[in-house]
Nanobody, 119 residues
Framework: VQLQASGGGSVQAGGSLRLSCAAS????????MYWYRQTPGKERELVAR???????IYADSVKGRFTISRDNAKNSVYLQMDSLKPEDTAVYYC??????????????WGQGTQVTVSS
């Protein structure tokens, strides 16, 4: 199973970006999907999570500005980021809990995509 993230880039404060992440390979079912971010010298932090039933949870720092969504037919997760701030600058990673058959679930990571917000 591979996760391919895309959509990062550079934007001015107040702007928007949309991240995408598509899973491929031997996938029986995808349960929860996540977006994390990491800046140099800091631990990776959870930004948003969406369950298999499409319930979403957000970090307090992004509530009201970011929206996570998924397309189960495409095995994909998205992160719409609006009203971006310089402190949102980070490498963003997607993560998914993937069932490869009826019995086994594994966690997979995407390769990371850079988001840079200038003031």
């Amino acid at each position: 199973v591979q996760l391919q993230a895309s959509g990062g880039g550079s934007v001015q404060a107040g702007g928007s970006l949309r991240l995408s992440c598509a899973a491929s390979g031997d996938i029986f079912k995808i349960n929860d999907m996540y977006w994390y971010r990491q800046t140099p010298g800091k631990e990776r932090e959870l930004v948003a999570r969406i369950t298999g039933g499409a319930t979403s949870i957000y970090a307090d720092s992004v509530k009201g500005r970011f929206t996570i969504s998924r397309d189960n037919a495409k095995n994909s997760v998205y992160l719409q980021m609006d009203s971006l701030k310089p402190e949102d600058t980070a490498v963003y990673y997607c993560n998914a809990d993937v069932m490869v058959n009826r019995n086994y679930e594994f966690s997979y990571w995407g390769q990371g995509t850079q988001v840079t917000v200038s003031s």
